[in-house]
T-cell receptor
Framework: AQSVTQPDIHITVSEGASLELRCNYS??????LFWYVQSPGQGLQLLLKYFSGDTLVQGIKGFEAEFKRSQSSFNLRKPSVHWSDAAEYFCAVEGYVGIQGAQKLVFGQGTRLTINP | DTGVSQDPRHKITKRGQNVTFRCDPISEHNRLYWYRQTLGQGPEFLTY????????KSRLLSDRFSAERPKGSFSTLEIQRTEQGDSAMYLC??????????FGPGTRLTVL
């Protein structure tokens, strides 16, 4: 079964500092991987996705992520964080369920990002 | 493209009452998903529609839960005889086949 682990429940960084959020996945085939961001009380916004090709993917708001098959990782990075980046970040892998192969996203527990001024 | 919308955004109910939530997907998205998110956790898959057909239901979806998507457009999720353990954020997402899922703002359910 597919699974996602986000080892860091809470990270605090200073505004302007660099950021890396870790994500490890378990999936038998080539994974489709996603990072979503969620502000308090809101739904999820897609930051970026990896389907195939270049292992370094660029997303919105200056985020990027690198797919490393050998490490089963898909870490999210940003060179310089802004106070508005404070939110919950979720890594997800797309899997299939049931005999009809319905798609579903399997999410990690999330990492809460706090920004110090 | 107006995005996925959900109604209501918040619902407070007493234990034992029935509640119904609505999701309007992005137009022309034939796939619609429901997820549940409890405090401090990532969303968990509940069920999935392709057009009007409900193709998969998670074991998380007890008999008290029912979802419909008449005519393959909007969807409703009903919870009968609510329990305090049903308190969560209920998220709806939609997609076209083989593409990214886009999420709505969610419905926050509080069962007293």
């Amino acid at each position: 079964a597919q699974s996602v682990t986000q080892p860091d429940i809470h990270i605090t960084v200073s505004e302007g500092a660099s950021l890396e959020l870790r994500c490890n996945y378990s999936y038998g085939a080539t994974p489709y991987l996603f990072w979503y961001v969620q502000s308090p009380g809101q739904g999820l916004q897609l930051l970026l996705k990896y389907f195939s090709g270049d292992t370094l993917v660029q997303g919105i708001k200056g985020f990027e992520a690198e797919f490393k098959r050998s490490q089963s990782s898909f870490n999210l990075r940003k060179p310089s964080v802004h106070w508005s980046d404070a939110a919950e970040y979720f890594c997800a892998v797309e899997g299939y369920v049931g005999i009809q192969g319905a798609q579903k996203l399997v999410f990690g527990q999330g990492t809460r990002l706090t920004i110090n001024p | 493209d107006t995005g996925v919308s959900q109604d209501p955004r918040h619902k407070i109910t007493k234990r034992g009452q029935n509640v119904t939530f609505r999701c309007d997907p992005i137009s022309e998205h034939n796939r619609l998903y429901w997820y549940r998110q409890t405090l401090g956790q990532g969303p968990e898959f509940l069920t999935y529609f392709q057009n009007e057909a409900q193709l998969e239901k998670s074991r998380l979806l007890s008999d008290r839960f029912s979802a419909e998507r008449p005519k393959g457009s909007f969807s409703t999720l009903e919870i009968q005889r609510t329990e305090q353990g049903d308190s969560a954020m209920y998220l709806c997402a939609s997609s076209r086949r083989g593409t990214t899922q886009y999420f709505g703002p969610g419905t926050r359910l509080t069962v007293l």
